[in-house]
């Protein structure tokens, strides 16, 4: 599905935008890159019909990987379109550092912050909460 040669859209949530797009280059030069807003989150129900409509607007044979954790419950049913494939994980959190890790960090009781959530808080705590 995701050979060198081959052509699809990367399309994840912009909180992971920065490290999807350094790998995209690197190993998919030739897939696109889409990004929603990690806002889209604040309302898991919005962020499903999103990515449902974005999927079929891009499914005219495309591959699709979709680059995002258990993020809402419509996640899993964005992963049975066809040629449409997702990252495994819980959270972007788990994405970047791998299940153990993250499982590790956690118990440990860690608090994450990535560079768009601590760039947006201001956003995030007057418009969204």
Same mark, same amino acid.
């Given at each position: 599905?995701?050979?060198?040669?081959?052509?699809?859209?990367?399309?994840?949530?912009s909180v992971?935008?920065?490290?999807?797009?350094?790998l995209?280059?690197?190993?998919?030069?030739?897939?696109?890159?889409?990004?929603?807003?990690?806002?889209?989150?604040?309302?898991?129900?919005?962020?499903?019909?999103?990515?449902? =409509?974005?999927?079929? &607007?891009?499914?005219?044979?495309?591959?699709?990987?979709?680059? @995002?954790? &258990?993020?809402?419950?419509?996640?899993?049913?964005?992963?049975? @379109?066809? =040629?449409?494939?997702?990252?495994?994980?819980?959270?972007?959190?788990?994405?970047?550092?791998?299940?153990?890790? @993250?499982?590790?960090?956690?118990?440990?009781?860690?608090?994450?912050?990535?560079?768009?959530?601590?760039?947006?808080?201001?956003?995030?705590?007057?418009?969204?909460?």
């Amino acid at each position: 599905m995701t050979g060198p040669g081959s052509c699809g859209v990367l399309c994840g949530c912009s909180v992971l935008q920065y490290e999807t797009e350094s790998l995209r280059r690197q190993f998919w030069p030739g897939w696109t890159g889409e990004y929603l807003s990690s806002m889209l989150h604040m309302r898991p129900a919005h962020l499903g019909e999103t990515l449902q =409509h974005r999927i079929r &607007d891009l499914d005219q044979g495309s591959r699709i990987i979709l680059v @995002y954790g &258990d993020c809402c419950p419509a996640m899993h049913a964005c992963e049975q @379109y066809p =040629h449409v494939a997702r990252t495994q994980g819980m959270n972007c959190c788990e994405l970047i550092l791998g299940h153990e890790i @993250y499982k590790k960090l956690i118990r440990s009781g860690v608090f994450f912050l990535l560079p768009e959530w601590t760039s947006r808080w201001e956003e995030v705590f007057s418009h969204e909460l």
